[in-house]
Structure formats: structure tokens, C-alpha cells
């Protein structure tokens, strides 16, 4: 699915009323009926709803809202930020209709705050939506700041009010601090990125009914892979398929005291499908991985039992994952810049692998072209230094990414795939229970797993990262956020496969 900015946004809005063709006004009803229609779903009428309105058109939806609800039974009181004589025209149409039916309080000024809710009240924000073109100051201040002392659960329109859709946000911005977010047509890229997390809560899209062609033609580098993104990525298995079909996959993972990453790598590379799965371990692994993992072949070498130092001959596997608990001794590092001048076919770089990388930019250059990072943010700085906000890092993982023909999976909650193109693909799958030792391993493994099956690195870091997350989410639904492990997500992954085959 593509992501749009507010700007785009903005052009496809004006091409559907011009194309569908659609009065704004019936368009902004159109918004309207479909918050109202989510927001019936998930808060019962027995709640008194006080809604706070702008004068521009996110204003506008808020005005449309109120009546909408009030129609639906619900208790509404509707408040309206008076910073100028006139509002946008869609402004005016929905007052004069809202105003025919019930009273509008104005606020104009600081002293006429606080204002007085029920205790049980539910918020709505439409002071400003994707037209908030400067951080928000003086009285709208003010009253964002009394709408988030009351912690009263909040509900933005659109968007959170003073929260850029797709530029940071000042370190002092005032914006408003939502339970939830109910947006038209698209989640906004702001939605997606860590650092805004209090600012949007749980998002919601809903169809507005924006013209298909325009969506279609307009071009974006920002995309967001959903179940179905998901679905059309996944290859068939044919009946007659064999295990030399699959792929022989091998990780290069482990030290003393985490040979579990190397299990667990290989454990989740088995389960992702591929045909035979080796592991280049330490010698002092070599009974824990036989024992945990029959399937697994093994494969140890150099002198030095605790670490992995010397790599043999690799040329017989088609897909090679580096980096899970391997350490950083001095002569794995060799070792691994001797692998990285070798190799041809991507590799997946992972953990003290990219520490390593971050040591040795030399290698950088003599990297296979489309290999697979996969940092988490601290990895990632470790890569191409400190990053002063979401924005930037991605626009360095981007730089990065076209620099060394690479894909840079930049990990968290909405894990970011950038391609060596630009383009950058958000997951939408995953949890907090994640958030765990263990998770990044898995990952590495069904990476690998993918390559292996000749899934190209575009598709393998989309898929693997979108069935990882999902793998996840089922391993929540069955052990729970807190006491999930990644062995639970690994378990997890032949059923994230088949509920994928069936999305
Ligand atoms: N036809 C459309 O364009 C549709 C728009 N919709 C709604 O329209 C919204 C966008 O509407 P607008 O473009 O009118 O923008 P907003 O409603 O966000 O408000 C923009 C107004 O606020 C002013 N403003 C911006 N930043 C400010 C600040 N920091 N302090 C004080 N004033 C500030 C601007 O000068 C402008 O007058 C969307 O978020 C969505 O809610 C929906 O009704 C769907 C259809
Ligand atoms: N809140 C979250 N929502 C979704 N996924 C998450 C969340 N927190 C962590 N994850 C995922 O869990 C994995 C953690 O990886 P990593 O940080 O490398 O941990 P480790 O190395 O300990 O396994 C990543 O794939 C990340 O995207
Ligand atoms: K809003």
C-alpha cells in the first residue's frame, strides 16, 4: 500500500472533486460519516462527547462529526477555536447546519479556559488536521495543553493536533496526545515513526473514497506492506518440489554464552522454509545446536573454542546470515572481511556482524550488492553515526542504502525496509512481546531462509520482516505480550505462512 504525503494528500482530495466528480462539501460528509460510523463501533452513546473544532476543514469534519453524533443519541457539546472572522467555506456550510440544531460555544481567549467537562467525557480533536503548516503557539497552545491536562481519552481527527503529518515536530511543539487516531484514506507517515508514538496511539484508517486512478498514478517512495502487500510476495510450493529446490542456507552465528542466537537463527530458518540449514559455530556448540536441532547440519572451525575464526570453503550454500551472538574478537572480524571480499550472492548482516561492518567501512565497498542489513537503532548509528530524529534516520538509511546498492532493515515497532531504489516499505505486523532478546535472531534466520529459496533481497527483507511480525502477533495471542518468547515466535512461523496463504 502506498503512503502519501499531506501535500499529495491535499492533490488527490481536489482531483477526486474535480474527477468523481464530488462537492467538497459531500466529501467532507463523506469523512465525517466515516468517523462517526467507526466511532459509534468502539464508544457507547452513554458518554458524553465533547468535540473541539478548528475553522479549517479538519475543523469542518468536527462540525460535521457533532451533528452526525448527535443524530446517533450521543450527548455532544461542540466547541469551536475562534483565531479569525471567517473559516474555510466547508467550515462555514457545517456551522450554519450544526448551529440550526444546537448551541456552539466559542473560545477565543486564555482566560475562558479551563473549560468545564464531565468527568466521563470522551474528546474529540479537530483544531487542525494535515493543514498545520507552523508549530502551534499562543492560545491554541494553550487549550491543546488544557486538552491534555484533563486526560480525558482523546480522539484526533485525521491527525493529532500540532503534529506535523510528514516533517519533525520540534522537541517543545505542543500537540496533542491521543488514545486514538481515526484518518482519512492513509495513515500519515508521522504515524509510523517511534518518536511520535504518544502523539497518535492506536490508528485507524477509513475509506473516503478518494479516486482509485489518481492513487494509483501518483508516484511515492513510501509504502507499507499489509497482509495483502504481503500475500502477493509469497512464491508457491509445488507438489513437486524437493529439498535441493529450497535452497541450502547457512548461519555463521555464536560465541560462548550465546550459542542460543545461533539456535535460534537456525531454528527460525528451518521453519521458513529452507531446504537444508547448516550452522558455522564455535566448537563449544557443537552438542547444544546437535541436541536442540537435529535437522541442522554443523560445521565448526578454528583453534579457539569460544569463537567462531576461521570460515572454510562456503561456496556451496546459497544464502549465508552472519552476525547473531558471534562477537567481536579480532580474528572473527578477519574472518568475516575475508567472507565479505568473497562473496558474490547477499548475505544477511546482522548484530556483531553490522558492529563489525561499523568497524571496517572499508568492507563496505566490497559488499555483495543487495545484501541485507538489519539493525536495530542503535546498530544502525553504530553504522553512519548519530541521528537527531526519525526523519533523519531514514533519510540516512536511504543514502546508506543507495550508496552500497544494500536493503537496511532499520527494526522496531513499523520496522522500516529501505531499498537500494529509495523506496521504503513499513511493516505493519508485530508487538511489543518482541521487544525481547532472541527476536532479532529469529529474524536473521528467516532472512536467510528466503535468500536461500531465491526470494530477491527486496522481497525476501519485505516478506521475512512482514511474517516475523505476524509469527509474533500469534505467539501474543497464545502465550501473551509479557511471557512470549522468540522460541514461541519461531513456532509460530508455520502458522503466520498459512494464515498469509489464506489472507
Ligand atoms: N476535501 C478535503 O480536502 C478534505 C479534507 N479533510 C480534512 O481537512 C483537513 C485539512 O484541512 P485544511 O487544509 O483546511 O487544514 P486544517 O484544518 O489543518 O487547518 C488549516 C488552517 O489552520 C491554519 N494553521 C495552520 N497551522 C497553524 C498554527 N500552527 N496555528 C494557527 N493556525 C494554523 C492554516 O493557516 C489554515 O487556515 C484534513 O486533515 C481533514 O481533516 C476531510 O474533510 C476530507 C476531505
Ligand atoms: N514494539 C514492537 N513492535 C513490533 N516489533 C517489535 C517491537 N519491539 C521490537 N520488535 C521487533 O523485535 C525484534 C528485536 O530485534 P533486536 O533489537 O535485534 O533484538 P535481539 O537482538 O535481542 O533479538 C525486531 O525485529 C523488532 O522489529
Ligand atoms: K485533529
Not at 480533536?125 to 491534555?148: C, H, K, M, T, Y
Not at 564455535?282 to 537435529?294: N, S, V
Not at 529469529?442 to 536461500?452: K, R
Amino acid at each position: 500500500m502506498k503512503l502519501f504525503t499531506a501535500e499529495q494528500i491535499r492533490a488527490l482530495d481536489r482531483y477526486t472533486i474535480e474527477h468523481e466528480p464530488i462537492a467538497s462539501i459531500d466529501l467532507m460528509e463523506r469523512a465525517a460519516q466515516a468517523f462517526t460510523d467507526w466511532f459509534v463501533q468502539h464508544y457507547p452513546a452513554s458518554r458524553p462527547v465533547a468535540i473541539f473544532c478548528g475553522m479549517g476543514n479538519n475543523g469542518g469534519d468536527g462540525l460535521a462529526i457533532a451533528r452526525l453524533l448527535q443524530a446517533q443519541r450521543y450527548t455532544v457539546q461542540c466547541f469551536v477555536m475562534k483565531l479569525k472572522a471567517q473559516g474555510s467555506d466547508d467550515f462555514e456550510t457545517n456551522l450554519q447546519r450544526l448551529q440550526e440544531l444546537t448551541t456552539v460555544t466559542l473560545l477565543e481567549r486564555a482566560e475562558q479556559l479551563p473549560v468545564a467537562l464531565p468527568d466521563d467525557a470522551l474528546l474529540i480533536d479537530a483544531l487542525f488536521g494535515s493543514g498545520l503548516d507552523r508549530p502551534v503557539e499562543g492560545f491554541p497552545a494553550q487549550l491543546i495543553q488544557f486538552l491534555n491536562r484533563t486526560k480525558l481519552p482523546t480522539v484526533a481527527v485525521d491527525i493529532a493536533s500540532g503534529l506535523f503529518a510528514d516533517r519533525p515536530n520540534g522537541s517543545g511543539d505542543v500537540i496533542v496526545k491521543p488514545e486514538a487516531t481515526f484518518s482519512f484514506q492513509f495513515p500519515k507517515l508521522a504515524f509510523l515513526l517511534p518518536g511520535n508514538a504518544q502523539y497518535v496511539g492506536e490508528w485507524y484508517v477509513g475509506d473516503i473514497g478518494l479516486h482509485p486512478e489518481v492513487i494509483q498514478q501518483t508516484e511515492t517512495s513510501w509504502f507499507y506492506t499489509d497482509a495483502a502487500a504481503a500475500r502477493a510476495l509469497l512464491q508457491p510450493r509445488t507438489r513437486f518440489s524437493h529439498k535441493g529446490n529450497f535452497g541450502r542456507a547457512l548461519l555463521i552465528a555464536g560465541s560462548y554464552g550465546k550459542i542460543g542466537a545461533a539456535v535460534l537463527s537456525a531454528h527460525a530458518c528451518l521453519r521458513a522454509g529452507a531446504g537444508l540449514t547448516s550452522a558455522l559455530i564455535p566448537q563449544c556448540g557443537y552438542k547444544i545446536m546437535q541436541t536442540a536441532l537435529p535437522e541442522v547440519m554443523v560445521m565448526t572451525a578454528g583453534s579457539n573454542k569460544k569463537i567462531v575464526s576461521d570460515f572454510p570453503p562456503l561456496g556451496a550454500y546459497d544464502a549465508i546470515g552472519v552476525g547473531p551472538g558471534l562477537g567481536k574478537d579480532f580474528k572473527t572480524a578477519k574472518a568475516l572481511g575475508g567472507l565479505i571480499e568473497k562473496m558474490i550472492s547477499p548475505m544477511v548482516i546482522d548484530a556483531d556482524a553490522i558492529n563489525l561492518t561499523a568497524e571496517n567501512q572499508a568492507w563496505l565497498a566490497k559488499l555483495p550488492r543487495q545484501s541485507i542489513f538489519t539493525p536495530h537503532p542503535k546498530e544502525f548509528e553504530r553504522l553512519v553515526g548519530p541521528v537527531a530524529n526519525d526523519y533523519e534516520r531514514l533519510a540516512r538509511a536511504k543514502e546508506f542504502a543507495q550508496r552500497y546498492q544494500c536493503v537496511i532493515v532499520l527494526k522496531g515497532a513499523y520496522t522500516a525496509v529501505v531499498l537500494w531504489n529509495g523506496e521504503v516499505h513499513f511493516n505493519t505486523t508485530g508487538n511489543p512481546g518482541m521487544a525481547k532478546g532472541g527476536s532479532g535472531d529469529a529474524l536473521t534466520g528467516i532472512l536467510t531462509a528466503l535468500l536461500a529459496q531465491e526470494y530477491d533481497s527486496a522481497t525476501a527483507a519485505k516478506l521475512g520482516v512482514y511474517l516475523h511480525g505476524a509469527a509474533g502477533d500469534l505467539a501474543a495471542q497464545h502465550n501473551g505480550m509479557i511471557a512470549m518468547t522468540a522460541t514461541d515466535l519461531i513456532e509460530q512461523l508455520g502458522h503466520a505462512f498459512e494464515q498469509l496463504n489464506h489472507a
